[in-house]
Nanobody, 119 residues
Framework: VQLQASGGGLVQAGDSLKLSCTSS????????IGWFHQAPGKEREFVAA????????HYADSVKGRFAISRDNAKNTVTLQMNSLKHEDTAVYYC?????????????WGQGAQVTVSS
């Protein structure tokens, strides 16, 4: 399932931004979904994930307490609410189906959303 991320933008440090993840071709029901980001010159890293079975959430230590992942099955959307943004959050953000409980992504990567946080 290829997913599309949207909602990125240019913000200042301390601001908030909300990203959305959806698929125009497939339902997200039954899939655990994760968010990943990739900064210039760096590897893609795990940010957050939400399971399908019980809605359990998982976060990277760097975003705990600042980011919140949620899903709306009726709207076929998973959102990532990002608060208290820092310059180091600057990256392209992708969403993907993940394998629970490892949270390893599978499937092809879709369109990402650029998030730029000015310090």
């Amino acid at each position: 399932v290829q997913l599309q991320a949207s909602g990125g933008g240019l913000v200042q440090a301390g601001d908030s931004l909300k990203l959305s993840c959806t698929s125009s071709r497939r339902t997200l029901r039954g899939y655990s979904i994760g968010w990943f980001h990739q900064a210039p010159g760096k590897e893609r890293e795990f940010v957050a994930a939400i399971t399908w079975s019980d809605g359990d959430t998982h976060y990277a230590d760097s975003v705990k307490g600042r980011f919140a992942i949620s899903r709306d099955n009726a709207k076929n959307t998973v959102t990532l609410q990002m608060n208290s943004l820092k310059h180091e959050d600057t990256a392209v953000y992708y969403c993907a189906t993940v394998d629970a409980p490892s949270m390893d992504p599978f499937g092809s990567w879709g369109q990402g959303a650029q998030v730029t946080v000015s310090s």
